[in-house]
Structure formats: C-alpha cells, structure tokens
C-alpha cells in the first residue's frame, strides 16, 4: 500500500454538511445497486442534529491539500435496528461506524486506515464500549478491511451484507492511536 500524506483528517462541520452528502451520495452510486441505498439518508438531511451537536457523534473527513474531500466516516451511537445482531452486542455503549467511503483515486493509499483510526479513537473516548458496522461486498476490499481492524462477524443479512462489531477488548490493534492525532491538522 503506498503512503500518501497530502491530506488531512478533520471533524466536520455543519458548514460542509452539503460537500459531505454529495460526496457520499456519489460514492453510494458507483457502489451499490441503484435502490439498495436511501438517496436522501436521514442522517445527511440532519447533520447538524447527528453528528455536530452530540458529544457522542462525529463525521470524519479527509480532505486533499486543494480542500476536495476524498474520504468520509462517521461514528454515532448505535440504535439498535437489527434484532438479528442484539444476542452478539454487549449492553454496554455500542456505537455505529458509518459512511466508509474513499474516493477510488485514493484507495490504497492509507486514507481509509487514517480515518478508521480517528474514528476508533473518536469512539473510545467517547465511552463506548463496542463498535457496530454492516458492510457489503459490493464494496471494494471494505470486507477484508475491517476483518484487518479486528471486527467479528455476527450476521450474515445475505450473501451481500454482513453485520459486525468489534470490543475493546476483544480484538485491539496495537496501533499507536495518539500519534496520528499529531499530524492530523497539517499536512506532511
């Protein structure tokens, strides 16, 4: 995997709330099949309520040094919609990881394992507990990567879609966390 640093991780702003969902909203068409995604998804409509106001909700992006937005990710609490995952979710804080996304011109490049570490810390000291995700195989290597950050399968919704999560103490990384935190308002 080649390194690129020409970016930067940043908790976004209510003020980038329509940059962030066309973003998303163009990653989830090149992705998914056309009707497998809500194309006005509540949480995008409601940024500001999701994500910028509670102090256990962030969106994460990064953003070229020419300010485009190549990547995204969220975390928030989890609502515990899927029924089929409960008796493998502990009862403590779980959170949602969520809009995984990477422009395909930067993939491969280290973003993706940037942002899922501000998330993860982001989550941690949060107090969360537990980190909740579903991924699908339409989506290119998001399987294997989060296999490759710890996460345990805990239901197959179809051939496509599977649900996981990751404990603190189950599966830790042994990456150096902190450090990243240090480079993520330059760029290097």
């Not at 040094?65 to 919609?81: H, Q």
Request: proline content about 5%; glycine content about 6%; hydrophobic content about 35%.
């Amino acid at each position: 995997m080649k390194q690129i640093s020409d970016y930067r991780i940043l908790a976004a702003t209510a003020e980038r709330q329509a940059e962030i969902k066309k973003f998303v909203l163009a990653m989830m068409s090149s992705l998914y099949p056309k009707g497998s995604y809500h194309e006005d998804p509540y949480d995008l409509a409601h940024f500001d309520d999701v994500y910028v106001r509670p102090a256990n909700a962030r969106f994460f992006i990064a953003v070229s040094a020419d300010g485009a937005t190549i990547g995204t990710a969220s975390v928030k609490p989890y609502d515990r919609r899927f029924p089929e995952v409960e008796s493998s979710i502990g009862n403590w804080p779980v959170c949602e990881v969520g809009k995984f996304y990477i422009h395909p011109s930067r993939r491969r490049q280290g973003v993706g394992s940037r942002l899922y570490r501000h998330a993860e810390r982001f989550a941690r000291e949060a107090g969360y507990g537990e980190s909740y995700l579903h991924t699908s195989l339409y989506l290119p290597g998001g399987y294997p990567f989060w296999q490759s950050r710890g996460y345990i399968e805990r239901y197959w919704e179809s051939e496509q879609v599977v649900h996981m999560s990751k404990r603190w103490t189950e599966a830790e990384t042994g990456e150096d966390l902190v450090s990243e935190d240090q480079s993520s308002n330059s760029f290097t």
